[in-house]
């Protein structure tokens, strides 16, 4: 199955609250928090870019996260 790495910006103070709620979501691989842009980094496996879909919109709505950006596996 493809990977996706879904980067996440969060507000002030909630990524760990913010990585807590995405580890429990089903088809994350691994999470863990960065420094940077960014404060979370989820991996996510897919069977379809539809399901990848409602996972990144599941995960924009957490509260606490502000913005995502998603790159996806390419397999050439």
């Known amino acids: 199955m493809p990977l ?3 980067m996440i910006h969060c507000k002030p103070g909630t990524p760990p609250e913010v990585l807590k709620t995405v ?4 088809g ?5 928090e960065v ?3 960014f404060d979370v980094v989820a991996e996510c496996e897919f069977k379809s870019l539809e399901k990848l879909g409602m ?7 957490i509260n ?9 596996e390419t397999l050439l």
Do not use: D, N, P, Q
């Open 4 to 6: 996706a790495c879904i």
């Open 23 to 26: 580890l429990g979501m089903g």
């Open 28 to 32: 994350i691989k691994r999470g863990f």
């Open 35 to 37: 420094l940077g842009a």
């Open 55 to 61: 996972t990144v919109y599941s995960i924009a709505r």
């Open 64 to 72: 606490g996260v502000v913005s995502t950006e998603t790159l996806i």
